[in-house]
C-alpha cells in the first residue's frame, strides 16, 4: 500500500476526529444495564469442615463489577414453611482486569454455609429461594439509576458438575502492609487449592482453610491474587488426571473507600475510537464517526451509547465507560475501586466550550461536575482546534505544512496564539479551581504519528505535539495551585529518529532510533519506507498503543494503560 493512494480517504476520516460542534447540547439519561440479573442453578458445596453449604451463581451486567449486590436467600420446606433465610451484602468480584472489559456479564458464586441440621433440611428436600438485586448507585445516593433482580426457585443439585462450581471470594480492601484472612472457595466437590504466589505483589498463603494475604508496604492500587484447584476425576486415583478450577480474588489496596472522580476534555479523556461495548470501530465504518454540523452526540467514544453521529446531545453510558476499562481516566477509577464516578468527556470539545461564553455549549456538565464535589478531576483538553487542523487540514496551515522546522514551530506558535490557547486553559481550570475542591490531574498529550498525515514530516508532528505539551504545561504552572497537577504520559515510540524532538539512544537496525515502535499498525507500514532505521515492536510482543482504525491517533486500551500509570494515587 503506497502512501499517496490512501492519503485522501485518510485525510477524510480525520476530520471526523477532532472537529467541533457550536450548538449547545442537553444530556440525555444514562440507559438501563447491559444485561439483566440472571440466577443459575443452585448447587451444593462440600465445605473443609464437613458442613455443606448452598452455592448460587448469578450472572450480573458487567456495569455492577465491584460494587455492593443485595442477595436474598431461603430453605424452604417440604410443607412451604421458611426454615431459614439470609440476607447477604458482597461487593462483585468481577475477576482479571482486562483492558478492556468486552463482557456484557460476569458471573459471581454466593455461598451460604449450613449447620448440620440444615444439612439435614436439605438433604430432606427443602428446597432454596433465591432474589438476586443488582442497583447501579453512580453517585451513592441511594437513588438507583438503573437496577435488575430476578427470582428463582428449586431444589440445590448435588454432585460435582461437568465444570466446578466454586464460591466466589468477594473484591477486598486493605491497607498497605494490612493483612486479611477470608474463607478458601468452597466447591462442589472436595478441592485442594494452591496459590500462585507469583501472581500478587503482596504475599499470599494458605492456611487452616483460609486465604491469607498481605499486603505490601507503599504500595497503592489494585492487587490480584491467582488461585488454582484441583480435583480428582472419578474413579481416578490420587495420581490421576485432575479438573482444575481458578479463581481470581481482587484486592484493593491502599486507596480511601467512596471517592468521588469526574472526568472531563475531549476524545483522549473519553476514549475516542472504542464504542461503550469495549470493541473498536471498524475503519469502513469512521465516516459515520464524524460529529455533526450543529449538534454531536460524542459518538463512538467509551463514554457513550451512540455508533452513529446524529444532531444530538451525548447519550452517555449507563457507567459511563467505567466497567469497560477503556480510557485512561476508567483505567485509573478502577485501579483503585473508585464506583463513584462520570467521564462527561465530548470528543471534539476544546477549552472554550467547558466556560460560559457564547462557545461554552458544554457548560453544563462542568457545572454538573462541580456539584458533585468531586475529591478528583480528571482532564485531557487543549488539542483542539490546532492539532485537528494540522492533521485534518494542512493547507490550512499551509506554512506548517511546508516548512523547515524553525519556521515549523514559528506557525504554530501563531496558531496558538490565534486560538488563545493558553489562556482559554486557564478559564478551564480557574473554573474548577474556584469551584470545587479537587485535586485536578490535566494530562498531557501521548505521542501519536497517524498513517494518513506523514508527508514524511514524523519530526515536524512529533514537534508540535511536543509544543502542545509545553503550553498545557505552562498554563498549569501558570496557575500556581498546588490542587492542579501536571501528568506527563510516558513517551509513545515512533520507531525512528525524531530528534531534536526525542533522543535516539536504540539501536534495533542500521540507525539510533527513540525505541521500538508502540504506534499503529498503519503507521509502522509506512515507516517501513526507512529500511536502514525502523524499529518495529511493541518490545516484547503485545498490543500496539495507538488504535489502527482511526488512522492511528488515539490511544489503544494498552496506551490508556501506560497514562493512567503516571496518575498519583489518591490520598
Known sequence: MTRRRHIPIALACLAAVLVLAAAPAVAKPARGLSANVEIGAPVVGASADGLDSILVPVRYPIELKGRLAELRVALVGRSGATIRSWVLHERLNGGRARYPDRRRRFTFVHRIGLNATLTRQLEQGASVRVLARGRLDLDDDGKAEASSRDRAAGRALVGPRPRPVCSSVPHLRVKPGGRISVPL???????????????????????????????????????????????????????????????YPQVTVGAPSGLVVRAMGDSVTAGFGYYSTGITFPLDDILQCEPAKTLFNDACSSNAIAKKSAEAAPEFATDYGLAKNVSWAAQWANEYGVTNYANFAVSGSEPANWVPGPEGFLYRYTKQIEAAEPDYVLLTLGANPLLSALLTKPKDLFCAAISELPKFEKCVREEFERVTLGSSLRKVYTELLENTKATIFVMQYHLSIPWSALFDRTTEIARANQMLNEEVAAAVAAMGNGRLQLVTPPHFNVGISIEPVYPSRYRCRLERVDGPSVQSAGTQLELEDHPLSFCSGPAGGGPTWVINNDTGIHPSAAGYTQMASQVPAPE
Open 185 to 247: 472457595p468452597v466447591c462442589d466437590t472436595p478441592m485442594q487449592w494452591v496459590e500462585r504466589w507469583d501472581q500478587t505483589r503482596g504475599a499470599a498463603r494458605i492456611r487452616d482453610g483460609r486465604l491469607v494475604y498481605r499486603a505490601p508496604r507503599g504500595f497503592s492500587g489494585r492487587d490480584s491474587i491467582e488461585l488454582v484447584g484441583k480435583r480428582l476425576q472419578s474413579g481416578a486415583s490420587a495420581s490421576g488426571f485432575q479438573r482444575f478450577a481458578l479463581e
